[in-house]
């Protein structure tokens, strides 16, 4: 079943590229020592990855690990993951769930966490072990931020810090960070704080990419304390965001507030290890329009809360471990468009889109892993969810009903917005609250093969149940319609009250092999079918801006039946090692199809077949990087949401940094070539189209063009 549609002949040539090296690499027979961890958490280090991270948010401690992102706002982009994006991914900041707080998830969790705050990320492709899964289809990732330090001897006293400064030129892009700590043996304080200002960017034929602009500000508290046996982590954050625009998108960010805290509790005890957390989130989230650059008015303002806890237990067996948890989440979440003054439309009541919307979710789950001999290892796990979901009466704008029309309106198309009415009057008068019970299997087992190979093959059922906005949104207008929208198509969604959990059951097999000298092969193959994969079915068609040339369709979430299959193949290869020079490649191919059943056409924003490759040069204080990334056409488009097709493309990368001592410097050409392209998974470039004579369709999103890329870096 896998690759049932041909691959293009460039597919094959992309493989052996990433192959060749590898295999051929002579093997040496000296004892690895191999871990038992999941093959596919393995990560490639330092694939196409800057020397030095700048601010901005996390993902790109990701995309070197096969996370692709949909474009959104400049510090929301959106993770795709196999196929599958956003919220079928579990997001987990230091172990907590951050929920998107708005219609067009302008706030996803890792918009939250600046790229100079990230400490550990890590991807579990697929088969996620259940402890780390839950709620979501498609694997899990897991972002840590700062880590308490702790000086080393009873008497010591550490005072450390860093602070770095990061610039671009693409976008004037100007960030700062500042780390400060303090700590003995046994009680730690540190604080982070990271500003992040950009403008609009400029793509390779030097334009302007409109309402790409963004500024954020973050600051932080950790304290740790620990002794022999236990540690307390306790974690607090705030962040400010106070214009993001989004040029895929009706709205953009005018202020994005955030307040978290996080305790993480570990003691050892005569049974084993006791695991405990208690996270908040707060959020206030508003939006409108802050720029000329698409300019509009309408104000939305969303707050959303999530809170929890989580226990576990983790007992020590014969053969591995037996690991018992279970865990608490509940998101609570307002939604309202308040009137315009004087908009017939938009008034004279405020609109309400959820109200005290709840999401809550109750999880147990039992995890065993087990050496059966010296080659088997086996990891198995049985997660149970129980969901539930409501919220409360809606209201639109005002009652008048269909008929009644009288045009005038800012947004959308005219003769929609009153059927805003009935709907309100059906959706009230339903009950709205639903209850899942999801059951999450996965099983693994992993074979040393010999000292350098090992193969691991995994099965896992995974369910996710509907978002608030998948089941609860509810205005039919146009207006209402297309405020609904995390896809960056531009179109309109309502969602289905009645949508059932989505479900995934994966196959996946990988294959490694590595030796002493470096040398590293990954293949992993997966295939996944999604019974209720939540999708869309067109209920009709739209006007955008009353543009009557153009057309855009209504979409209802709707469940379907899908498959998505893929092929992911990593490889490391050292070329030189002599007289302090170390020169290595590293590639990295992905491919993924995604269908839904019965020829019913394709996935939305799948990536398409795609290949990095990268040199890295290291000589004493200096390390260099020549990176290439290739993406080929996208030919597979999502004919419902009226996806665009996008040209094959290719970039160079070019990055030099410089240690010394307690100081290190970075220099990077990005786009090298200042080659144009339009970005397979940028979406439809709304922005743009509303500063035309809106005659045509929308475009696609451009990438950005040449940029310097400068960075410093003082630690003390
Ligand atoms: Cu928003």
Redesign the pocket.
Known sequence: MLLTNKPSWRFYIAMMLVGVGAISFPAVSQHIETTHRDLEEVVIKGQLQHMMHGTGDASEHLKSQGVDFASAGGISSLPILRGMNDDRIKLLIDGATITSA??????PALSYMDSSRVSVAEVVAGITPVSQGGDSIAGTIIIESEQPVFAENANGLIETGSASAFGRSVNDNRGVALRLAVANQITSLTYTGTYDEADSYRDGKGNKVLDTLYRSESHSLTFGRKNDDSSLTLKLSHQKVPYQGFPNQY?D?VDNQSTGLNVQYLRDLSWGKLETSLNYHGVD?E?GFFTDEKPGTMP?V?EGRDYGYKIAGVIPTDTGSLRIGHEFQAFRTNDRWPAVPGSMMMGPNDYININDGERIRHAIYIETENALTEKWHTEFGVRYEHVISDTGDVQPYNDMMPGMDMGGMSMGGMMSMNLDAPAAMHFNSRDRRRTDNNVDVTAIAHYAINSESQLEIGYARKTRSPNLYERYTWGRGTMAMTMISWFGDANGYVGDMDLEPETANTLSASLRWQNYSGAQLLVSTYYTRIDDYIDVQQIGTFNPRMAMQVSRPLLQFANTDANIYGVEVQGQLPLVNANGHELRLNSRLGYTRGERDDNMGDLYNIMPLNLNLGFVHSYKNWTSTLAIEWVDRKKHMDTRRFEAATDSYALVELEVSYRWEKMALSLGLSNLLDRYYDMPLGGANYAAWLATDRTEQFGALPGEGRSVDIGIKYDF
């Open positions: 708005c219609g067009n998830h302008m706030n709205m960010m989230h939006m939305m969303t």
